[in-house]
């Protein structure tokens, strides 16, 4: 006898307000204001080896109707971050650079152009990258 494999879930959309230092998980759908390309090496040069592979990393400041983020596209996720898009990141997680939040989707998440691009009134007022965090140890 077969097992009925389990029914999957809908995603729960997480809104950029909502988002905190060291969580992970989420699913969001954001709309592109800008992406600017801060490196981008590899794929002349040599073939073979280590440094064969191209590597691209741009910030794209990405937001919807709560508040505006820095998301940082990797390779493939750079072509996808148009400006004036709608993408849904999905297993997206909260990585600090200095202090401050950036979005971002390793090798489990995805990003794609989202499905039902109904356009997004972005609040630019709350941009949650500008936010600067401190570590705080608690003694015990």
């Not at 969580?23 to 204001?33: D, H, Q, R």
């Not at 990585?95 to 997004?120: F, N, P, Q």
């Amino acid at each position: 006898m077969a097992e009925a494999s389990p029914a999957l879930r809908k995603p729960v959309f997480t809104k950029v307000s909502e988002l905190r230092p060291g969580t992970n998980g989420f699913t969001l759908n954001v709309k592109v204001i800008s992406t600017k390309m801060v490196m981008q090496r590899g794929g002349g040069g040599r073939p073979t080896g280590p440094q064969a592979r191209q590597m691209r990393i741009a910030e794209c400041l990405v937001g919807d109707e709560t508040g505006i983020i820095i998301f940082t596209a990797r390779n493939d996720q750079v072509d996808l971050m148009k400006e004036g898009k709608i993408v849904t990141l999905r297993n997206a997680k909260i990585d600090m650079y200095k202090g401050s939040m950036r979005l971002a989707v390793d090798r489990w998440g995805r990003v794609e152009v989202a499905e039902d691009s109904t356009d997004i009134t972005v609040k630019e007022d709350n941009n949650l990258s500008l936010i600067e965090y401190e570590l705080v140890s608690v003694e015990a």
